[in-house]
């Protein structure tokens, strides 16, 4: 597939997946605030780690884009894609299932719970942003020019678009835990007879 259709792909995967996110933050707060019997975190703290996860990665990959334009600008050959190009391997997609894989999470990841709710959105909305620039930056391929190592799943050396999906399967893969704390808040509710309420 050219590199063209592959960037259009990932860039309508982050738009739903962060118009998915976004319609979390217009959830009712008795939601936000439910804590899961497993003792996991609530709403609102899912919300605040996607946030944090993704300016971690943001940082890399912005730092990414520079460097690999800074290739491109000293390569006399402009043709680095090679034929078969891909942002997926199976250790990648595993990213976007919930509790496929093992990891144990730096401390800078975690949520405090402390954090608006209307913050942790612009924080998100500004983040969107931000990857689809490094998309528009990047229109011809020059991402595949710096890697960057990324220890989640073995993963090995990631190149900068490889690091957009990343962030993106991140994001869906707690869109699935956010959907199992709704569906327990909601099996909850009816058990004490409070749906509708």
């Known amino acids: ?6 960037l259009i792909n990932l860039t309508r995967e982050l738009i739903r997946t962060f118009a998915v996110v976004d319609e979390w933050f217009d959830k009712e707060h008795s939601l936000h605030c439910y804590k899961p019997a497993s003792g996991g975190w609530c ?6 780690h996607i946030m944090l996860t993704n300016h971690y990665l943001l ?3 912005e730092k990414g884009c520079e460097k690999a334009l800074r290739k491109h600008e000293l390569l ?7 034929e078969g190009y891909t942002l997926a391997n199976p250790a ?18 975690r949520p405090t719970g402390e954090k608006p709710l209307e913050e942790i959105r612009r924080a998100i909305r500004n983040q969107l942003a931000r990857c689809l620039d490094t998309i528009d930056q990047l229109p ?3 991402g595949v020019l710096h890697q960057t190592t990324m220890s989640v799943n073995n993963l090995g050396k990631l190149d900068v678009y490889q690091y957009i999906y990343f962030l993106s399967l991140h994001v869906q893969r707690h869109l699935q835990q ?15 007879g409070i749906e509708g309420r």
């Open 43 to 48: 709403v609102h703290e899912v919300l605040e």
């Open 178 to 192: 956010l959907c199992a704390i709704e569906e327990e808040f909601k099996g909850s509710s009816v058990a004490f």
């Open 1 to 6: 597939m050219p590199i063209k259709h592959i």
């Open 76 to 82: 006399a050959d402009k043709n680095y894609i090679s």
């Open 140 to 142: 011809g391929g020059e």
């Open 92 to 109: 990648l997609l595993a990213i976007g299932k919930n509790k496929s894989f093992e990891w144990q999470r730096p401390e800078h990841h």
């Open 59 to 61: 940082v890399i990959i």
